[in-house]
């Protein structure tokens, strides 16, 4: 009972935040960053990002915030550009993935014996392709392009939430009111649409959020390599891989801040998927 | 008993890959065929001049207009022969160039494997020996830090750092610009395995540290570790003959289960230091639309991939005696 009392003062009377507070303050920044990113997308016209070369080579200064690049375009606005791409690249593939998460997990967890062995299966196969090469595959099977790109992530990152889900609805349906349900006379599908589906949303949710750093970190590396989007929509790892060539004439600001801009996303969601999972799932934050 | 339990879960698992191989190629033949890119325009690119007869000739000789099943069962049986076709970007045979890749791309990971492994082990250990004091708080934060780097955005940072600021390492390339292959020495080959070794490393310790950290802390709060403590026992004696023995084993099996993330790492750290490995060549025929070499490496980097795994499963149910029960049950 005392540690218990301890515990809590320690987090009301202390410095610490409060874990909702801290989602919320996550959740506002996040959307100020999407937001922004996304209007810069729209808002930032072609002529901002043209070349002009009085301007080429220019450190970072207040007037260029992240420098300007051997053609003397803007690197802030072109970041930008390409965070906006990234993102809606990243929001969608990881949506999609998610999707196919639930629905083979539900689908592992309530069929038959041999689909769910299958399912696992595929899962094993998934896996143990890595998953740099098997999206390298997948694009060169689309074109090269955003369609290979999207679907290459979706195919990918499925695997660990479908995993989980299957667990949890495993779990769920020897709860006794999955039983009296069934005694009620409720069909198959009228159970998972009322019980299972809604005990679902969490979980989607978080893992929704977890996949979106590793959907957009994939999607920078693989447009690093050539893959993915063509050189004149500036993703991330188009401008991060074009930098490569002017790293030796000490161009740092090419490569440091795109990067930089991304690092920050990415850590930036991945708080908050942990911080949601524990508010969810308070026995995970033990971990 | 314990032998025959091994090879027999060692036969299961050998099924199992090889129906996941298998598995691998078709879907991997699915994809190259579906891909809208032709290779006998490809082919014909980096050749030169070819007469429409030639091309004929070619899209036969290839078998381009067979029917697709027809065309993977010729592929398959090559393979299984042993003849994975001819790279159109080295012009060697696929095999060859797998081979003299993966030997320097096995350098790179080995290095990065046991570098990350002992560092991340002994952070680990550091940080659940210290649970919740400012050492384990802030090197937990460096840990959840680079796990959402980019491997290619830190590989060009150290390259920044490293190679242009400081000039203490070269620019790319596993050996001197303008050597012969053979003059090469063992140095310049480490001088220039360095920095891409350390590249995957710092990525992938921070896994094992976080995790072994975990283990130790639950180790750390037993019951037994408690009764060891009315005991008297130290810290250290404590630590030495419950902790390390506990945690070494999982930390391992981790290590040999993350083959796949090795395999992806090394795709962008060899791209970064452009070294001549299986990663820089998986991306190159890709980009060139090599399909012998792509479909070559994507099945060997799958059964790289499966091997660790085979090793990490084997070693969990050496150590787990619940695992190894639920092996003798089936």
């Not at chain 2, 000039?167 to 063992?186: A, K, L």
Request: aromatic share 10%; charged share 15%.
């Amino acid at each position: 009972m005392n540690e218990l009392t301890v515990q809590n003062s320690s987090v009301f009377h202390g410095k610490r935040i409060n874990r909702r507070t801290k989602t919320v303050i996550l959740i506002i920044l996040i959307s100020a960053i999407i937001a922004s990113a996304l209007l810069a997308g729209v808002l930032i016209s072609d002529e901002a990002v043209a070349a002009d070369f009085t301007n080429a080579k220019q450190k970072p200064s207040f007037e260029h915030l992240f420098g300007t690049d051997w053609l003397g375009r803007d690197l802030f606005a072109r970041t930008m550009k390409g965070l906006s791409i990234s993102i809606v690249v990243g929001v969608v593939a990881s949506l999609i993935s998610a999707v196919i998460a639930v629905l083979v997990g539900i689908a592992a967890a309530t069929g038959s014996k041999t689909l769910d062995g299958f399912i696992n299966w595929l899962i094993d196969l998934v896996m143990g392709v890595p998953h740099l090469v098997l999206i390298i595959l997948i694009s060169f099977a689309c074109g090269r392009g955003l369609k290979g790109l999207l679907a290459g992530i979706a195919i990918t990152h499925w695997t660990s939430l479908a995993r989980l889900i299957r667990a949890e609805v495993l779990q769920l349906r020897s709860e006794q009111y999955i039983a009296v349900s069934r005694k009620l006379g409720k069909s198959n599908g009228w159970i998972l649409i009322n019980h299972i589906l809604p005990h679902m949303i969490p979980q989607f949710v978080v893992g929704l959020v977890l996949m979106f750093p590793h959907a957009i970190l994939h999607e920078a590396s693989i447009s690093f390599l050539g893959y993915g989007l063509p050189p004149e929509q500036p993703a991330i790892g188009i401008i991060l891989s074009e930098s490569m060539k002017y790293l030796s004439s000490g161009m740092w600001w090419l490569a440091f801040f795109p990067g930089l801009t991304l690092v920050i996303i990415v850590i930036l969601f991945d708080r908050l998927g942990d911080n949601l999972k524990m508010l969810i799932d308070p026995y995970s934050a033990q971990e | 008993m314990i032998v025959k339990r091994i090879t027999n879960v060692f036969f299961r698992y050998a099924l199992r890959v090889i129906t996941l191989l298998f598995a691998v190629s078709v879907i991997g033949f699915t994809l190259v065929s579906l891909s809208p890119v032709d290779p006998v325009q490809q082919y014909v690119l980096s050749v030169g001049s070819v007469s429409p007869e030639q091309r004929a000739e070619l899209e036969d000789y290839w078998g381009l207009n067979d029917p697709p099943v027809e065309r993977f069962e010729n592929c398959l049986s090559a393979i299984l022969h042993g003849d994975f076709g001819t790279s159109l970007l080295y012009r060697r045979p696929v095999i060859d160039v797998i081979r003299e890749k993966f030997a320097n791309t096995f350098a790179l990971m080995l290095c990065a494997w046991v570098f990350s492994g002992v560092i991340g082990f002994i952070l680990g250990c550091v940080m659940g020996a210290n649970r919740d004091r400012a050492a384990d708080k802030i090197l937990k934060r460096i840990c959840l830090l680079l796990c959402s780097v980019p491997t290619f955005w830190l590989g060009l940072l150290l390259l920044l750092l490293f190679s242009v600021w400081l000039g203490w390492f070269p620019i790319g390339f596993s050996s001197p610009i303008g050597v012969m292959n053979s003059d090469v020495t063992i140095w310049q080959q480490i001088h220039h395995l360095i920095l891409p070794a350390l590249t995957l490393s710092l990525l992938s310790f921070a896994n094992v540290a976080l995790h072994t950290r975990q283990k130790l802390i639950d180790v750390l709060e037993s019951d037994y570790v408690l009764f060891a403590k009315a005991r008297g026992e130290s810290k250290r004696q404590i630590m030495k003959r419950h902790g390390y023995r506990n945690i070494i084993m999982p930390a391992l099996t981790l290590q040999f289960a993350s083959f796949a993330e090795l395999f992806g790492g090394s795709v962008l750290a060899e791209n970064v230091f452009s070294y001549p490995g299986l990663g820089s060549a998986v991306s190159a025929a890709g980009l060139n639309s090599d399909v012998p070499l792509l479909l070559g490496i994507t099945l060997f980097s799958a059964l790289f991939v499966f091997t660790g795994n085979m090793i990490a499963n084997l070693l969990y149910g050496a150590i787990d005696p619940q695992i190894k029960e639920s092996y003798a049950n089936e």
